[in-house]
């Protein structure tokens, strides 16, 4: 089959078009073969060499897929009401930009009602983020306010659409107008421009001076001080990235005095018994959001990855220049149909 690996640690251009065997199913597993697949920012971080692989799990990028079931463990798919020949898409650990790929069954999930499998591939590793994050840890409730930051990216699309759909108000931060206005687009109630407000301020305006519930946080950095300031009282701010730094001062008294909770986690590495009940929580609430497009993929752009050569890795390449650039709203995926 046809994958793209990381040649060596660098930009873009280490990612390269090779062979790889097919991968066989294991038990509790299924082989997918792939249509589609979500580039995400762990990728670029690996292939910088900045977020290995876990042990065990292939060193090919790639976290999210969607396709057909090619084989697989007749018992564990008869147990998720799987049959070969389902499209689903599934979150892995690895693995993802290949031809085929193998993913634990508890982690698959029906292409939802209507949509191709580039919109998919767009969805696991953000929608399995998000609710485990914002709803499972952060206990963000309907009526509740959450803020995002980042909200024009992969993470940030997500988590304003299916905070709205269960009943919260959404305030976002964006790096420019464009992006605040396409955040609006999706649902969200405020977007502040970081690049010229303070979104501390325009938080706690926003809401009265009561500040909000729930902060979902892929900066970390100088943002964690600000974030403290902005929580009501109970509020909880949970950190799933660091891309402003890993070290933060903030206020201790201040998250004693409104009883914060500061938490964080990474979705990667857990055991495949973590993310299955993740992706049954989203059967059941969101997946038929999906099917009704309450809730609706956002993909930016799409990349081959296959170009007419098969002999380079250049959709891929151009994919991660475009993520690094942050200059999308939603996104980014790999097809796997040969380009003429």
Same mark, same amino acid.
């Given at each position: 089959?046809?994958?793209?690996?990381?040649?060596?640690?660098?930009?873009?251009?280490?990612l390269?078009? $090779?062979?790889?065997?097919?991968?066989?199913?294991?038990?509790?597993?299924?082989?997918?073969?792939?249509?589609? /697949?979500?580039?995400?920012?762990?990728?670029?971080?690996?292939?910088?060499?900045?977020?290995?692989?876990?042990?065990?799990?292939?060193?090919?990028?790639?976290?999210?897929?969607?396709?057909?079931?090619?084989?697989?463990?007749?018992?564990a798919?008869?147990?998720?009401?799987?049959?070969?020949?389902?499209?689903?898409?599934?979150?892995? =650990?690895?693995?993802?930009? $290949?031809?085929?790929?193998?993913?634990?069954?508890?982690?698959?999930?029906?292409?939802?009602?209507?949509?191709?499998?580039?919109?998919?591939?767009?969805?696991?590793?953000?929608?399995?983020?998000?609710?485990?994050?914002?709803?499972?840890?952060?206990?963000?409730?309907?009526?509740?306010?959450l803020?995002?930051?980042?909200?024009?990216?992969?993470?940030?699309?997500?988590?304003?659409?299916?905070?709205? #759909?269960?009943?919260?108000?959404?305030?976002?931060?964006?790096?420019?107008?464009?992006?605040?206005?396409?955040?609006? #687009?999706?649902?969200?109630?405020?977007?502040?421009?970081?690049?010229?407000?303070?979104?501390? #301020?325009?938080?706690?305006?926003?809401?009265?001076?009561? +500040?909000?519930?729930?902060?979902? %946080?892929?900066? =970390? +950095?100088?943002?964690?001080?600000?974030?403290?300031?902005?929580?009501?009282? %109970?509020?909880?701010?949970?950190?799933?990235?660091?891309?402003?730094?890993?070290?933060?001062?903030?206020?201790a008294?201040l998250?004693?005095?409104?009883?914060?909770?500061?938490? +964080?986690?990474?979705?990667r590495?857990?055991p495949?018994?973590?993310?299955?009940?993740?992706?049954?929580a989203?059967?059941?609430?969101?997946?038929?959001?999906?099917?009704?497009?309450?809730?609706?993929p956002?993909?930016?752009?799409?990349?081959? #990855?296959? %170009?007419? /050569?098969?002999?380079?890795?250049?959709?891929?390449?151009?994919?991660?220049?475009?993520?690094?650039?942050?200059?999308?709203?939603?996104?980014?995926?790999l097809?796997?149909?040969?380009?003429?």
């Open positions: 089959m046809k994958v793209i690996e990381i040649a060596g640690f660098g930009g873009p251009d280490v390269r078009l $090779a062979e790889r065997p097919v991968p066989v199913a294991g038990v509790g597993e299924l082989l997918i073969r792939v249509a589609a /697949s979500g580039i995400n920012r762990p990728d670029v971080l690996q292939r910088a060499g900045k977020y290995p692989a876990p042990e065990g799990a292939s060193d090919i990028p790639g976290l999210e897929v969607a396709g057909t079931i090619e084989s697989g463990d007749a018992q798919l008869s147990a998720a009401g799987l049959r070969i020949g389902d499209r689903v898409c599934a979150l892995v =650990a690895g693995g993802g930009y $290949a031809q085929y790929c193998v993913a634990p069954v508890g982690q698959c999930l029906p292409v939802p009602q209507g949509l191709t499998d580039i919109e998919a591939a767009s969805l696991p590793e953000t929608f399995f983020t998000v609710w485990s994050n914002v709803f499972d840890r952060g206990g963000l409730k309907s009526g509740e306010t803020l995002v930051q980042g909200g024009s990216s992969g993470i940030g699309v997500t988590a304003i659409q299916m905070a709205k #759909a269960l009943g919260a108000h959404v305030i976002v931060t964006a790096g420019t107008d464009e992006k605040c206005a396409a955040c609006l #687009a999706l649902g969200a109630d405020h977007a502040i421009n970081y690049k010229t407000q303070d979104f501390q #301020a325009e938080a706690l305006r926003l809401t009265d001076g009561c +500040g909000v519930d729930v902060v979902l %946080d892929m900066v =970390a +950095g100088s943002y964690v001080a600000k974030e403290v300031q902005c929580l009501a009282e %109970d509020g909880r701010l949970v950190l799933i990235a660091v891309q402003g730094g890993v070290q933060c001062e903030f206020n008294a998250v004693m005095r409104k009883r914060l909770t500061v938490t +964080g986690s990474t979705l590495a857990r495949v018994a973590f993310k299955t009940r993740i992706a049954q989203l059967l059941q609430h969101v997946w038929p959001l999906l099917a009704v497009a309450r809730i609706k956002v993909v930016h752009r799409v990349f081959a #990855a296959l %170009d007419a /050569s098969q002999v380079s890795g250049s959709g891929a390449s151009q994919a991660h220049a475009l993520m690094e650039s942050n200059q999308h709203v939603g996104k980014i995926v097809t796997w149909e040969a380009q003429a």
